[in-house]
Each structure stands twice: as C-alpha cells, then as structure tokens.
C-alpha cells in the first residue's frame, strides 16, 4: 500500500512538471479508488471527484495555456449523468489534446475516440461563446469517467485566470500550479507581477513556487447551493489571479488607471468623423423632438449586423466573408457589421454628431457574479454600454445588445456598477433596477371543461421587456423548429403535470418595438376532479413558479431574483352543461411593499372567470428578509391552490 500511494504521489508531481508540454500518462488507478462506494457523510451523492488538476502555462511561448486532468466516479444511477461532458471554451479560447476514457469496475478500459462538438452557450455578452461537449462511452454504476485536455489561448492574448476549488462533487485531492508571465505587458506601469485574490478554507494556503505558484487540498466538500440564489461564483472557494504593476497599490489608482486606458482607446475608436456627422444628419433629418431624434439613432445602430450573436467563425470562414476588426465607428458605418462593443461605440459617436453629451459606460455583468471595487480584475467591467444626457436626465441605453428596445438594459447590466469613462480615468454609477413593468408575462385563456374533468381551450401569451429579450436571444440560434420547442416546453410547465401544448401562431421574433406574442391551443386532462355529484375546479391554471423555493423554513443564501417582473393572467372556463356552482374561490391578497399578489374568482353566465396579478419589484432579498418573503410566497401558493365547487348530475370518472 506504501508502494502504491508513493506511485500515485510520484505520478501527480509528474503530471504536474510535464503538464507543460502535455506528455502526461494517465495516472495510475489506485486500490483507494476503486474501493470508494460514496461520498463522505453523503452517502446518497450521485458520484465523487476523486482527482481534479489545472496547470497553467504563461511562461513557455510553445506550451502556454491551461492544462486540465479531471477523474470522476459514478457512485449510483443518478450519477451516470456525468459522461456527458461540456468544456465551456471562453471567447477565442479551443481546445486541444483531447483524451478521455471510462474505466469499469473489473478495470476494462474504453477509450473514448469520437470528436466533441459545439454547443452554443447563452451568456452575458451574447452567444458568441461555445461549449465543446461528448459523452464518455459504456458508463454504468461503478465506472471511472478520465478526461484530460488543454484549453489554448487567443493569439498575442495573455488572459486573467481562476482556479475554482469547490465544485458540486466532494473532490478527494486537487492540485492547482501556474508558471507566471514576467514580461512586460502594455499599459501596465512598473515591473509585472501576478496578484492573487483567494477565498479559500483555512486548511488550505497558496504557496510560491519557482516561478508561480501552486495549490494543493483533500476533502473538499461540495457547494450546495440554493434555489434563487445569487451567483455561485460570489461563495465558491476560488483563486482569482490577474497581472498588473504599480496600479495594483491601491483600488483608487487601479481603476483610474483602467478607465485612463479604456477612454483613450474608446475616444479612438469613436472619432470625429465628416461621414458619421453625415449619417447622423440623414438619420435625423430635421425632426425637433429630441427623443424622437435619439430613438432614429439607436434603430440605426441596432441595424448594424451584430457580429457578437452571431456563431463562432473560423479563420478560413472569416477571410471567406472577409470580415475584419474594425478600427473606428466610420469603419462600422461603411462595413455594415461589428461586435457589440463596436456598435455601442457607433451610436455613441452618431448621438455625438446629433449634438448630444454621450458616453460610454464599462459596465459589469452580474449573471456570473457580483462587482467586487477591491478586485483588482479589469475583467470585471467587461462590456459597454451608452449613456446620453436627453432633456436633463441620463438615459442608459444598450444598443449593443442585439434586439433590445430603446430604453431597456438586459437585465445583468441593471442594479450594477458601471465606469463612466473620460480622460481622468472616469467615476463610477449606479445603474439601477429596471421596474417590474420592465418584465412582464400576460396570459389569457379561454378553454370548456367536459364532464369528465378535461380542460380543453386556447392559450395566448404576450411577453415585454426583458421577458421578450431573453426569449429572442435564445431563439438566435434556433430554427422555427427549435423555437416552437422553446416555447411549448415552457408551456408545459406553467401546466398541470400531463398537460399538453400545441403552438398555433407567434410574431414578434424579430421586433424590438413589440411584444413577443404566441397562442397555442393546451388540453389539460384531469384538471377537475370529481367525487360523485361534485366536480372540484383549480380556480387557477398557472402558479407561481418560484413557490417550491420557498418551503425551506431556513436558508443559508441570500434570495436573488435575475430580474424584478410581473405575471397578469385571465383565465375564463366555460363548466359542463348541467352543473351549477356551489363556491368559488375567496379573493386573495398579498402585499410586503416590494410585492403584491391579488386572486379574484367569480362564476356568471355558466363560466368560472379568474384574475390573478403577481408583481415582485426587487430582486436580491437578505437572509433576514427570507422569511417575510416565504410567507408572501406560500400566500401566493394557497390562493393559486384554491378550488371551486360546482354540483351537477352523478359522475363517474372514466378509467
């Protein structure tokens, strides 16, 4: 056994001093792994991480990138689930050097021998990031799944870095190394260094080695995370790592230096152009209203072909389409195209030329975690947006962002912090939440209940604002076929379990100045039960969504909403011939200040009409706050739950 754990250390420092130039073997499977039937007091956990590695290579020109080595055991049926495997690829990043393989339990090996393929991921700045996704072959109960790769960085790109140290498996043993750049970087004063920002448990410490640093941790329990929760990113125990000099001394003289550095670059790419003056003009025409004229300029620029949603390009497609960076707005205006950084900056400059104060806004993107001032990371702020002075107020706008409407944020560049640039290195903002009325769902319904207790009708739904958005940007890179899909699954699920959704009809894909709007026709069997002469009715078809969070009396997490958003719903049930109604559902309501729920019910003219308005106009709620918002949620969800009673002739129920 001493020789064993001897081998299986020598081959870990191995991996790790060859990781470099990727000449790695597999590492030894130990009697230890292959004993291990579960997780440390959980002994219900799907599957473990018995060893997770991630070296990084700045130093060596030939060999820079990251280098992973990822071994899994599937310890139940549930756990099966991790032979499909997604490498997310950062933007311009590939992958390579690819090696997977899935071991059984009588130690017959499967190598895995088929090509990942592309997965587009729906993020923050668009869908211009990809996933590289497999499966691993033959897994069952028992299995170790091994995969092993390389993550290749963008050309003449020196990229910030993070080890993630917790994970959702218990992880038995980690190593994390990096070999640092020390060259000079542009726009950095002073001599290079790697600055660490670690949140890590207290058994666990960074150590300097030679030319970088190293990690190693056992038994790291898993993050269990919680429904609405804030980004896990923000509690996971994690390394961040970036480069910088002198401007590091201080959180002040860090981010002046950054705003310094992107205004500089911003005020070039912008200009003072006769041809941008020109479009402007034509755009405008002699329209006096001043909204009236802002609004002509952000339709014109969110005309511009957005590159940023559009799939991930190779070389020989690119010089194919002969589709090049841009290097200023003049280039925009005559190529017709550019990312969502170079449009922002197109309209920018146009709004300019039209005689309004514009600026531009580095903003942060509060889906993958929150803005941290003291982080040193410039990532941080890792998009724009406009800003324009109309009337007296600020108006942001994010003409970037591919179909979003005049006056809407998407929703992670709301309630954040944002670096208004100028050439002393600019201030930071306050980018506020967008309302409730900034996201809502209407639907309508007009459906007949049969006598067997099946509801039969017609659904309309609209959504605006954000609810729209989000929608068209994931139907991006969807066929109709895979929009319809999008839209009746989700459907389904408002539904009662069983229930069924056709799509009929939808428009507005390609509009920002409407809703997004579809009706489907839904047949929900056994929406009314029946118990002899009685026939018991849900006086409501949807509930809320977010109620099952909020059975827990406790909770660890902070309650995080993407955005603040409101349901309106109608829902109109024609009753079978020959009943009457006995009670309908009492009138329901809620009010905490930051949400409301009313519930009205009535029966007239043989039809069960109900009104149901949901509104929650907040978005993160502290622990303390938890319970005055489950009670508000299990109000919500009694009143959805409530019934009417009708009466009618002898039923009985068909098999």
């Known amino acids: ?121 729906a993020k923050g700045k668009g869908f211009k990031d990809l996933a590289k996704t497999f499966t691993l072959p033959e897994v069952t109960v028992g299995s170790i799944l091994e995969y092993r790769y390389k993550l290749d960085y963008p050309a003449n790109t020196l990229p910030a870095h993070e080890w993630i140290v917790q994970r959702e498996l218990y992880t038995v043993k980690e190593e994390f190394g990096i070999r640092s750049y020390t060259g000079p970087i542009k726009g950095i004063d002073g001599p290079v260094g790697l600055i660490l920002f670690q949140t890590l448990p207290r058994n666990a410490k960074v150590q300097k080695k030679g030319e970088g640093f190293e990690l190693e941790i056992e038994n790291v329990p898993a993050f269990e995370g919680e429904a609405y929760m804030p980004p896990r990113a923000t509690y996971l125990y994690h390394v961040t790592m970036a480069y910088g000099g002198r401007e590091m001394t201080s959180s002040e003289k860090f981010w ?127 998009t724009e947006i406009a800003l324009v002075s109309l009337n007296g107020k600020n108006v942001d706008l994010d003409p970037g962002t591919r179909l979003c ?54 659904l309309f739904v609209q959504f605006d604002g954000s609810e729209a958005l989000e929608r068209r940007l994931r139907a991006l890179a969807m066929d109709e076929a895979g929009r319809t899909k999008m839209l009746e699954d989700e459907v389904r699920e408002w539904l009662p379990h069983g229930a069924q959704a056709k799509l009929t009809a939808a428009r507005g894909w390609e509009s920002t100045g409407e809703p997004l709007a579809a009706s489907f026709a839904i047949t929900v069997p056994s929406y009314a ?72 019910s009535r029966f007239e003219n043989g039809e069960l009409s109900t009104t149901r308005v949901l509104k929650v106009n907040g978005i993160f709620f502290r622990t303390e706050q938890y319970p005055q918002l489950r009670d508000f949620f299990n109000k919500v969800q009694a009143g959805d739950e409530q019934q009417a009673v009708m009466q009618g002739r002898s039923i009985h129920a068909q098999n």
């Open 529 to 600: 039960s029946i118990a002899g002469k009685r026939m018991l009715v849900a006086g409501q078809l949807f509930q809320a969504q977010q109620a099952e969070a909020f059975k827990p009396q406790e909770r660890r997490f902070p309650v995080y909403f993407p955005y603040a958003f409101a349901e309106d719903d109608k829902i109109n049930i024609q009753v079978p011939a020959g009943f009457s109604m006995e009670s309908v559902p009492q009138q329901q309501a809620a009010n905490i200040g930051f949400a409301g729920y009313q519930c009205v």
């Open 405 to 458: 409407p005049y006056g809407l944020l998407r929703w992670m560049r709301t309630s954040t912090r944002a670096l208004q640039l100028d050439k002393k290195g600019g201030a930071f903002v306050e980018v506020p939440m967008a309302p409730y009325n900034s996201a809502m769902v209407t639907r309508t319904v007009k459906a007949a209940l049969d006598d067997q207790g099946t509801l039969k009708g017609d």
């Open 256 to 382: 002046r230096d950054a705003g310094m550095r992107w205004n500089d670059e911003a005020e070039r790419f912008i200009g003072d152009y006769r041809e941008i003056r020109s479009a402007a003009e034509a755009v405008t025409g002699d329209e006096p209203d001043q909204e009236k004229k802002l609004r002509k300029l952000y339709d014109c620029a969110q005309k511009v072909r957005n590159l940023t949603y559009e799939r991930e390009r190779t070389e020989v497609e690119l010089r194919a389409e002969n589709l090049k960076p841009n290097q200023n707005a003049g280039e925009v205006l005559n190529r017709g195209y550019g990312n969502r950084i170079d449009i922002t900056r197109f309209f920018v400059a146009l709004a300019r030329a039209a005689g309004f104060n514009a600026f531009i806004l580095k903003i942060s993107d509060r889906s993958e975690r929150f803005f941290d001032p003291n982080l040193l990371y410039a990532d941080q702020l890792d």
């Open 1 to 121: 056994m001493k020789v064993l754990r001897f081998l299986y250390l020598a081959a870990c420092f191995a991996f790790c001093l060859s990781a470099g130039a990727q000449r790695q073997a597999w590492l030894p499977v130990t009697p230890q792994d292959l004993a291990v039937r579960d997780v440390p007091g959980n002994p219900g956990a799907p599957a473990i991480q018995l060893y997770y590695s991630q070296y990084i290579n700045d130093r060596d020109e030939n060999n820079e990138g990251e280098y992973i080595y990822n071994r899994i055991k599937v310890l139940n049926e549930k756990g099966t689930r991790y032979a499909d495997v997604e490498i997310r690829l950062p933007e311009g990043f590939t992958l390579s050097d690819l090696k997977a393989r899935t071991i059984h339990p009588d130690g017959k090996i499967i190598d895995f021998l088929g090509k990942p393929f592309d997965k587009i991921v």
